[in-house]
């Protein structure tokens, strides 16, 4: 079999640390770029054009698409160090991610579509529960659901497996500081 070269996307301004294809629009490719660059980049791959981007203030090191493709989880290094939820395709900033004290190098998704997992410089992984339950019949749901730490009185996972509780800190509006609308809601599920 012989590869060969489709394309090249040169619009980034240091190096391109992350990529993430949008699963509901299969020509939509995410990028992220470096400390000098700081942008996440929307393409249209089957024309080469950047469609959309934004200045995230911060490193890119990680995207994941949320299963739906209209929101997306981007992870960041200097100088911020967290994960952000943004909406697609208005790149409206949903909520930060606190809590990594370094770089944070990776993210991976539950089966389920609803946790996301980081990694960090930092020597922790975090669990995140960003996207609510599925309600399509396109996906099967996994023959088991995601259990991370040990469930307390309350039924709420706790313990040293369980980081990020959406009604902590970790998850606050970028606008007013108190807990977002999706941290309500998540805080919710949680119960």
Known sequence: ??????????????????????P??????????GTTDRTIRFWDTTTGQCLHHIDTKSQVCGI????SGTELVSSHGV?????TIWKY??????????????RV?????????EVVVSASGDETIRFWRCFP??????????SGRLSIGTPNAAGRRSGSGWVGDV?????????????????????????
Not at 64 to 67: L, S
Not at 105 to 113: E, K, N, T, V, Y
Not at 133 to 142: F, I, K, Q, R
Request: some cysteine; proline content about 9%.
């Open 105 to 113: 190098l990776h993210l991976a998704m539950s089966p389920d579509g």
């Open 79 to 83: 100088a911020d160090n967290q994960l």
């Open 133 to 142: 339950p599925s309600t399509e019949d396109a996906m099967p749901p996994p």
């Open 24 to 33: 509901a629009q299969p020509n939509l490719l995410a990028s992220g770029g």
């Open 89 to 102: 395709p208005t790149l409206r900033k949903v909520v930060d991610l606190t809590g990594h004290t370094l």
């Open 1 to 22: 079999m012989e590869c060969v070269l489709l394309s090249s996307l040169r619009q980034h301004t240091a190096a391109v640390k992350a990529l993430a294809w949008n």
């Open 64 to 67: 994941i698409w949320g299963r």
């Open 167 to 191: 009604s902590g800190s970790a998850m606050k509006s970028p606008a007013n500081g108190r807990p977002s609308a999706i941290a309500t809601a998540l805080d919710e599920m949680l119960r």
